[in-house]
């Protein structure tokens, strides 16, 4: 069709939309009502019964923690002791990323917006995500002063969905603006056209 040859897509999602995809995401609860299983298009949850737990969606969780139907409960990612293991890990291997859940930054976000009374020391577990945030920021900004006219590839393991979306504009167009100063380089000098490209495997 006319015109289809023009579109280009988003780059990236709103912080909003990575959200909405995060609430997919499962989660355990502690019901307080009785109620028949759901049937729903990600598939059937419950049946629910009191004091019972049950894993429902991210998104209905909240909804019922909204009514007084449940009590959320944390993941076993978001302890005290989990998240000082990690940030201890992020700051003494300045080359790699801890693996986390891809959507931890949105779960723990929802969380604390809707749930902070279920999570135990909620304070001190949003502050040690902070911390490992910064960490894992400060990381991905010194890989990234590595690119040089002679990257054709980043790879990255472990980055969550929002640090993807957030760097993934970035490095696009710094990609793009070496490349065309390296197609440049190389009709100057044509004998470089036998150097090896390089891979920057992990930043």
Known sequence: MAGQSNYAPPATFSAAEVEFLAEDETIGIIPSLRM?????????????????????????????????????????WMTVE?????????????QEFRPLPFHYIEISRLLFDHAQDDIPDCYLVRSLIEDIRNVRFHKIEAGLEKLSNKTFAVKLTNLSAMEVNIIRPFTVRTLQALFKHGSDEYHRHPDDRFSQPTVIRRI
């Open 36 to 76: 028949d299983p759901l049937h729903l298009i990600s598939g059937d949850f419950g049946p629910f019964r009191p004091q019972i737990s049950a894993i429902v969606p991210l998104w209905l969780a909240i909804a019922l923690k909204k009514r007084g139907k449940c009590r959320i409960q944390a993941p076993e």
């Open 82 to 94: 989990r998240l000082t293991e990690v940030l201890e890990e992020e700051r003494q291997q300045p």
